[in-house]
Each structure stands twice: as structure tokens, then as C-alpha cells.
């Protein structure tokens, strides 16, 4: 495996585990989830850099209805990634203190969770979208194919993927969603690796949505031209 793709790898990992930190604000604290966050940017920014020949050749070639898609998706976890940034400077008490910035901590706040919870379903389903490479790659660890473990992975899959389904509703994401209520709910008497869990099979819901998406359209572009 070329160095740059197990770049790729870690710095998408870093970037899921960082996101899910970044989700459980009051659960690690103010300051510390400030700075989990400029480490956010700092890997997306590297992330950015590591795919630049997929932004360079963005207006060139043929636009397939997947590439369409993960324009799309790209996009919007960039709009979001830059909402989360400019509110944070309204917000901020620790990082981003020293800038002079007064008054908009209210429209900050809101547009923080906005782009927060919204990021957190674009990013997941950007990277279910990618999902069947990920799986290529580890696939290419094991000792050749096996039905069984085909089998047995689609089933876990599936389980995750309803059990954060639930755990969706659960937390009362879709409130955060669409601003129904302006503060998140942390239940601090609630051990830590339950909420975590939760939110990992939460963004497991929508990397199994993203990774049959992309499936579904490939498999649509190849029914026309049969």
C-alpha cells in the first residue's frame, strides 16, 4: 500500500474519532473541546491536501451521477466545517479569546450546533460514500475472499446500522438538526462509553445509508447502459 493512501486512512480516522470527541462538548469540557476542534480543522485541512488531484480535477472529465454525488456531499461537509470555524470565533472563551470580537455569541451558538450536527451527518455519509475502498484495502490484508465474512460483515452492518437508527432519535439529534431546541441535552450522570457508543452507531447509520447509496448509483449507471 502506497504511503499516501495510509495517510488517507489515519487521517480519516483521526478525523471520525475526533468528530465523535467533539459531539460530547460538555461531557470533555469547553476548552478542551476548543481545541479538539482546531486539531478538527487541522486534519481536515490535511485531508484536503492529500485529495488535492480529486479538487483539481473537479471541472474536468465526465460528471457520473456518483461523482455528482460526492461533489455534493463534499460541499456541504465544507460548508459546514466553515460554519463550525467562523462561529467558533464568536463563541470561543479559550483558543480564540484574544481576537476582538464582540456581541453574536447568540447567533454563534446556533450556528455552532447547526453546522455541528448537520457536519456530523455530512461527513459520515461522505465517508460511507468511500466506504467500498476502505473495505478493498482491508480486504486486501486477509487471506483472499470469504462468503462467510462477507456475510457475516453485511450483518453487522445492518445491526449497527439500526441500533443508530435509534440511538438517532434517541439523543434527540433531529431536534439539534432543525433548531427545535438551542442546547444540547448531556446527562452527566450517564457513563461516558454509552453516550459514545450511541454517537458511533449513529454515524454508523449514516455510513451504511452513504456506502449503499453509492452502490445503488453505480448500480443505476450500469442498468442505462445495459
Same mark, same amino acid.
Given at each position: 500500500m502506497k504511503p499516501k493512501a495510509i495517510g488517507r486512512i489515519f487521517v480519516d480516522a483521526g478525523m471520525s474519532? =475526533?468528530? =465523535?470527541?467533539?459531539?460530547?462538548?460538555?461531557?470533555? !469540557?469547553? %476548552?478542551?473541546?476548543e481545541w479538539i476542534g482546531v486539531g478538527m480543522l487541522a486534519l481536515f485541512l490535511?485531508?484536503? %491536501?492529500?485529495?488535492g488531484k480529486w479538487t483539481r480535477n473537479l471541472f474536468r472529465g465526465k460528471v457520473t451521477p456518483l461523482r455528482a454525488l460526492q461533489t455534493v456531499l463534499a460541499a456541504l461537509a465544507l460548508v459546514t466545517m466553515l460554519g463550525s470555524f467562523v462561529s467558533a470565533l464568536l463563541v470561543?472563551?479559550?483558543?480564540?479569546?484574544?481576537?476582538?470580537?464582540? !456581541?453574536?455569541r447568540s447567533l454563534g451558538?446556533?450556528?455552532?450546533?447547526?453546522? %455541528?450536527?448537520? !457536519? &456530523?451527518?455530512?461527513?459520515?455519509l461522505h465517508l460511507g460514500l468511500h466506504w467500498g475502498t476502505m473495505l478493498a484495502l482491508a480486504g486486501r490484508l486477509c487471506k483472499g475472499p470469504s462468503r462467510a465474512r462477507r456475510i457475516l460483515l453485511r450483518a453487522l452492518g445492518g445491526a449497527i446500522a439500526l441500533y443508530g437508527?435509534?440511538? &438517532? &432519535?434517541?439523543?434527540?439529534?433531529?431536534?439539534?438538526?432543525?433548531?427545535?431546541?438551542?442546547?444540547?441535552?448531556?446527562?452527566?450522570?450517564?457513563?461516558?462509553?454509552?453516550f459514545f457508543l450511541d454517537y458511533v452507531a449513529a454515524m454508523g447509520t449514516f455510513v451504511w445509508? !452513504?456506502?449503499? =447509496?453509492? +452502490? *445503488?448509483v453505480r448500480?443505476? +449507471? *450500469?442498468g442505462r447502459n445495459g
Open positions: 474519532v =475526533l468528530l =465523535l470527541l467533539l459531539m460530547a462538548y460538555e461531557l470533555v !469540557g469547553s %476548552a478542551a473541546h490535511v485531508h484536503h %491536501a492529500l485529495n470561543s472563551r479559550t483558543v480564540f479569546a484574544f481576537l476582538p470580537v464582540r !456581541g453574536g451558538r446556533m450556528l455552532h450546533m447547526l453546522s %455541528a450536527y448537520w !457536519g &456530523f451527518v455530512f461527513l459520515s437508527a435509534w440511538a &438517532f &432519535f434517541r439523543r434527540g439529534i433531529p431536534d439539534y438538526l432543525f433548531l427545535r431546541t438551542q442546547f444540547a441535552f448531556f446527562d452527566f450522570s450517564e457513563p461516558r462509553i454509552f445509508i !452513504g456506502h449503499y =447509496l453509492a +452502490k *445503488g448500480r443505476l +449507471k *450500469g
